[in-house]
């Protein structure tokens, strides 16, 4: 049974910063991609940021150069530090998983990428105040 948990979502003042975690556990891949996404309200669910199990990343043109997405592969643990942050980045942001069919490098072209991701976790919630 495959399970994403994200934490370490919560308020900000505009200009700070946080740091996610998603643990990953049971995925049926030896070679994956997972990645970030969130989803204000009112708005459609974007991708934020992905890497491959090999540590290759992408970022929506939004938040490139503010986040940094990383993986702890032996512990199977998704982060996403995130700094700078600005009102427009309030959202609930969700961690993804799939495997070796996830084009994650079409992110940074602006292309979705959410149907490649095959598992979900709940979201953790962001909130930047100004």
């Known amino acids: 049974q495959v399970q994403l948990v994200e934490s370490g979502g919560g308020s900000v003042q505009a200009g700070g910063s946080l740091r996610l975690s998603c643990a990953a556990s049971?995925?049926?891949?030896?070679?994956?991609?997972m990645g970030w996404f969130r989803q204000a309200p009112g708005k459609e669910r974007e991708g934020v940021a992905a890497?491959?199990?090999?540590?290759?990343?992408s970022y929506a043109s939004s938040v490139k150069g503010r986040f940094t997405i990383s993986l702890d592969n032996a512990k199977k643990i998704l982060y996403l530090e995130m700094n700078s942050l600005k009102p427009e980045d309030t959202a609930m942001y969700y961690c993804?998983?799939?495997?070796?069919?996830?084009?994650?490098?079409?992110?940074?072209?602006?292309?979705?990428?959410?149907?490649?991701?095959?598992?979900w976790g709940q979201g953790t919630q962001v909130t930047v105040s100004s």
């Open positions: 993804a998983a799939g495997g070796p069919g996830v084009r994650w490098w079409l992110l940074s072209q602006g292309l979705p990428i959410e149907a490649d991701f095959a598992y």
């Open positions: 049971g995925l049926p891949y030896s070679h994956y991609a």
């Open positions: 890497i491959d199990h090999e540590g290759s990343t």
